[in-house]
């Protein structure tokens, strides 16, 4: 089952021009089998998603992406903001309670450049504390270069973590891109954090 686990809609984000229906019409014909609305720092109530889906027979996944410690997340389980959530351990703490998973999103995006010597630039990124609250590497991100998907790759075997992938996606020139291919069928949100726990998925590259 093959979901992009990245893409952004109007209204709550608004660097988007991505419409329903229209981004599921063209997901669908692009061979997804869904996609997960992950809007910027803005919560799709639940109800109103799991309504869109079931009236146009296409599987959305309620997420978030957050801004913490200059880094985003892909964040699954949460339906609301709350105070602290741009801290790294607060973020992991309220993930946790709420028995939800995050991913690391395009780690590399305007830390690492074609030219750039990978050794020393992994070397630096390492140091960074809140590594150690990470779920999953973002390793494909549709709207990242091929180097910075490389990094985000070569840190997800660094950290011995596993990897999605997402096409970010903000233009239907997006879709298809970059997802992520799971063994087992998913059919809402708590069977999508079941599966991402389990490791039963590999990143997917799309395009043509």
């Known amino acids: 089952m093959i979901i992009d686990l990245h893409v952004h809609t109007l209204p709550f984000s608004n660097d988007s021009v991505l419409e329903f229906p229209g981004v599921i019409k063209h997901a669908r014909k692009s061979g997804l089998d869904g996609f997960c609305v992950t809007e910027h720092g803005n919560f799709w109530d639940i ?31 949460l339906e609301e903001y709350s105070h602290g959530l741009w801290m790294p351990y607060k973020l992991r703490e309220t993930v946790d309670n709420a028995g939800g998973v995050m991913i690391l999103a395009h780690p590399a995006r305007r830390r690492y450049f074609k030219n750039s010597d ?4 992994m070397e630096r ?17 549709g709207r990242s270069s091929d180097a910075e998907n490389e990094f985000a790759l070569e840190l997800s075997r660094k950290l011995d973590l596993k990897g999605t992938g997402g096409s ?6 997006d879709i298809p891109t970059c ?10 949100l708590q069977e999508l954090i079941s599966e991402i726990k389990t490791g039963r998925f590999q990143a997917i590259n799309l395009r043509k």
């Open 118 to 121: 990978m050794d020393t630039v």
């Open 168 to 173: 970010d996606a903000h233009t239907l020139s």
């Open 47 to 77: 109800k109103k998603l799991a309504k869109l889906s079931e009236e146009y027979n296409f599987l959305l996944i309620p997420g978030v992406e957050l801004s913490c410690d200059d880094f985003h997340f892909l964040v699954f389980g």
């Open 125 to 141: 990124f390492l140091r960074q504390s809140f590594l150690e609250y990470v779920d999953i590497v973002e390793v494909l991100n």
């Open 179 to 188: 997802a992520t291919e799971f063994a087992r069928d998913i059919d809402n």
